[in-house]
């Protein structure tokens, strides 16, 4: 199976939550993540990101297992 990717950051200002729900449920495998502070007032902190990013894939998994 071809995995695939997607930037974060698709055009609109979502809770991130929703954000990587919505990504997962695209199908996509992996997330990039935009690593600037120019959007720290509606993303938070961005060192947050990665670990939400892991609990939406993992929820994920749980989901269709």
């Known amino acids: 199976m071809v995995k ?4 974060d950051w698709f055009g609109y200002r979502i809770d991130n ?3 990587f ?3 997962r449920e695209a199908g996509f ?3 990039l993540f935009w690593w600037g502070d120019e959007y720290a007032d ?3 902190d961005k060192n947050f990101l990665p670990g939400l ?5 993992s929820a ?4 269709k297992a």
């Open 42 to 44: 509606y993303v938070g």
């Open 17 to 19: 939550e929703e954000r």
């Open 53 to 57: 990013a892991r609990c939406e894939h």
């Open 4 to 7: 695939t990717g997607i930037h």
């Open 60 to 63: 994920g998994k749980l989901k």
């Open 29 to 31: 495998n992996s997330v």
């Open 21 to 23: 729900k919505l990504i």
